[in-house]
C-alpha cells in the first residue's frame, strides 16, 4: 500500500489557484490542519462568510485533485471560517456574528464547562418547556462531539432535501419542535481532531440553509467544553444569551466559571446557570440525598451575579424517558421535573424578552495591564 505523506498533498494544493487571484491555496494561507489516517486525507480551508459560494465549488475541486494522489482514497475538506481576532481586541461582536437567521427571533446557548453534566438533557427539556408557554420553538444540536439530540427526542434518519436542487433542508419535526443535529452532516466516524474544524461550516450550513418555521426561540445545544471550538461557536452565532448547566461538584463549577468567562469574552450574555443532578429523592424512604453535596450553583452564581435559574434533581425516571425518546416535559408534564423545566422556562424568557440581559462590556487588555472595562 502507498503511503501519502503531506508533502504530496501540498505539491498537489499548490497547483490550485486561490479563489482571490492571489497565488495557490497553500502560499494564501488557507489550508491548514493537515491529517493523513491511511488513505484519508483530511484538512481545512479557510473561506471568508462572504465567499462561501465559491468556496464551495473551491472544495469540491480540492478534493478531486486530492483524490488523485496514488494511495488516497477519501479525502475529506472542512470549510472553516476565518479564524476570529484574538480575545482582548476590541471587535465589534455583533459585526461578527453574522446576521439575524430569518424568522427565528432569539437563539439560546445550552452550554457547560464539560461533558456528562445533562447540557444535553437540559437543552431539549427546556425547549419544551418553552414550547409550553405558548412559544414556537426550534433545536439545533450543535454537540459535534457527541450529538444526542435526535436521540434524546426519539428522531432517526437524515433530514430531506426541501428543493429539486438540494440546496436547503427540510428541519426533522418531532414533539412539536423543529429539530436539526449537527450530526446529520458530519459523519460518525469523523476522528475527534478534525471535528473541531468542521463545526463553522456545518453549523453555518445548518442555521441557514434549513427551512425554519417561524420561531420565538431557537435553543442551541453547544459542544461541551470552552475551547477554541466553543468560542468560535459563541462569538460567529447571534445569540441572544446562554444558559450554564452544571452539577453541585466544585469540580463542575469551576467548569462552569470558564463557561461564564468564555460568554463574556465573546460579549454573550449569560441568561443564568442551572445545577443538574442537585439532589436525589429516595422513591422508597422518600429522603432527600445530596449526593453530590447540594447548593454550590447557587451560592457560586449569587457570588458572580449571575441569576440561579433552579435546581434539577437526579432521577432515574428522568434518564429513562430521555434514553427512550420521549423526554420528560412532554411524557410526564405533571412531574416534579417538568414543573421545574417549565419554571426555567419562563425565567429565560422573561429575562429574553424583558430587556434586561445587558451585554457586558467588551473588556480590553492593555499592554498585559489587568482587563479593563470598556467604557
Ligand atoms: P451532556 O450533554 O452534558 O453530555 P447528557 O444530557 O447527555 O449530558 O446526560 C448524560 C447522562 O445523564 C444521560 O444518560 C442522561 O439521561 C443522564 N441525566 C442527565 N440529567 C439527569 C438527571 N437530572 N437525572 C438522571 N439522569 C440524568
Redesign the pocket.
Known sequence: MTTVAAEDVLAVLKRIAAPDGRGNVVSAGLVSDIAIQGGTVMFALTASQQHMPAMEMLRAAVEKAVLGIPGVSKAMVALTAERPAPSGQATPATAQRGGAIPGIKHLIAVA?G??????????VNLALGLQSLGLRVAVLDA?VY?P?VPK?VGLSGKPEASDAAGKKMKPMRRHGLDVMSIGFLVPEDTPMIWRGPMVMSALTQLLRETEWSPADVMVI?MP?GTGDVQLTLAQQTPLSGAVI?STPQDLALIDARKGLNMFRKVNVPVIGIIE???YFVCAACGERHEIFGHGGARTEADRIGVPFLGE?????E??LR??AGEPIVASMPDSL?SAIYRDVARQVWAALEGGGLARPAPRIVVDGQPPVAAS
Open positions: 457547560s464539560k461533558g456528562g453534566v445533562g447540557k444535553s438533557t437540559t437543552a454537540d457527541g444526542s434524546l445545544d461541551p448547566v443538574n443532578m442537585s434539577v434533581p437526579l432521577d432515574k428522568l434518564r430521555s434514553d421535573h
